[in-house]
């Protein structure tokens, strides 16, 4: 059964704690995208990577990292920089055509103790 | 500045009736959209798209409007069910590329 998984749901961090959030896919697609929504807000992208060993910065990706060492994995790291990271993540990959519509994992919520 | 606007934060509907949420944007290098239908703590699910060359698209219940010249889209639903209480996001890509722009989304909720 293919699709997205994000672990974990809920993740809580401490002040100057750098935290990762993983996704894992099994769809054998070639980009997948990190995005960022707030209540309100839409969908803001943070990274994105497009192929394995590449990436580039979406809309505000200040305060986050990625790594993209394999085609199945593409994990966030929220640093201490991130000075308002609390916020609902979400998780996407999608095929290389452009008119590919992206799948969705579940979403990780991340809140500050 | 938003580039995708959903100026209806929530939209409540009779069941049966037809439901139909707005969109519009600003770019018009915009040329592929998409609507998209999120459940609380869920992901968003991919409903329907369509083409900047198009416009109009139908998937059952769901239909696609596409006004180039008014830079304005809407998903219309007919006929409204309980079940499509949902969020839905517009959704907006530019020529070859992979960024996709989001609104910040429509509450409906359709009553029994």
């Known amino acids: 059964d293919g699709g997205i998984t994000q672990s974990p749901k809920y993740l809580f961090r401490k002040e100057g704690q750098n935290v990762t959030l993983s996704c894992e896919q099994n769809?054998?697609?070639?980009?997948m995208y990190w995005y960022r929504q707030d209540p309100g807000q839409g969908l803001r992208l943070i990274y994105y990577?497009?192929?394995?060993?590449?990436?580039q910065k979406g809309d505000i990706a200040e305060g986050y990292s990625v790594s993209r060492e394999k085609k199945e994995s593409f994990p966030l790291t929220v640093t201490s920089a991130q000075k308002n990271p609390t916020a609902f993540y979400l998780c996407a990959s999608s095929n290389r055509e452009v008119r590919q519509p992206q799948h969705f994992g579940d979403g990780t919520r991340l809140s500050i103790l | 500045d938003q580039q995708v606007k959903q100026n209806s934060p929530s939209l409540s509907v009779q069941e049966g009736r037809i439901s139909i949420l707005n969109c519009d944007y600003t770019n018009s290098m915009f040329d592929y959209f998409l609507w998209y239908k999120k459940y609380p703590a869920e992901g968003p699910t991919f409903l329907i798209s369509?083409?900047?060359?198009?416009d109009k698209n139908e998937d059952g219940r769901f239909t696609v409007f596409l006004n180039k010249s008014a830079k304005h889209l809407s998903l219309h639903i007919v006929p409204s069910q309980p079940g499509d209480s949902a969020v839905y996001f517009c959704a907006a890509r530019g020529t070859g590329g992979f960024k996709t722009i989001f609104g910040a989304g429509t509450r409906l909720f359709v009553k029994a």
């Open positions: 990577s497009q192929i394995v060993n590449d990436f």
């Open positions: 369509i083409s900047s060359i198009k």
């Open positions: 769809l054998n697609h070639d980009a």
